[in-house]
Nanobody, 121 residues
Framework: QVQLVESGGGLVQPGGSLTLSCAASGTIFSIYTMAWYRQAPGQRRQMVATITRGGSPNYADSVKGRFTISRDNNKNTVYLQMNSLNSEDTAVYYC???????????????WGQGTQVTVSS
């Protein structure tokens, strides 16, 4: 079993910053792509940022230049540094990880439970 636990969400004023963390635990041989998604009320879940095991990032156009994704492979943790936040960033943020649990198993995608980010004055 693999668990992903997000932390760092909360209420922030427009223009402010937050850093989200997501730690994976359980039976893990290797973690490949890790990612952050978000879902605003009444909207579909959308990709925010992804990062490969080697550290190559990819961002949604809406967050480029404001958000930075990073990871610590030794800690099985992915981070999302969010700057210049605005009301359109308000959503539940989910992390995901593509995990290989043993050397002979194929990979599976796992999701965290989500953390609320609210941008409001």
């Amino acid at each position: 079993q693999v668990q992903l636990v997000e932390s760092g969400g909360g209420l922030v004023q427009p223009g402010g910053s937050l850093t989200l963390s997501c730690a994976a635990s359980g039976t893990i041989f290797s973690i490949y792509t890790m990612a952050w998604y978000r879902q605003a009320p009444g909207q579909r879940r959308q990709m925010v940022a992804t990062i490969t095991r080697g550290g190559s990032p990819n961002y949604a156009d809406s967050v480029k230049g404001r958000f930075t994704i990073s990871r610590d492979n030794n800690k099985n943790t992915v981070y999302l540094q969010m700057n210049s936040l605005n009301s359109e960033d308000t959503a539940v943020y989910y992390c995901s990880a593509n995990v290989q649990r043993t050397p002979v198993w194929s990979t599976e995608d796992y999701w965290g439970q989500g953390t609320q980010v609210t941008v409001s004055s």
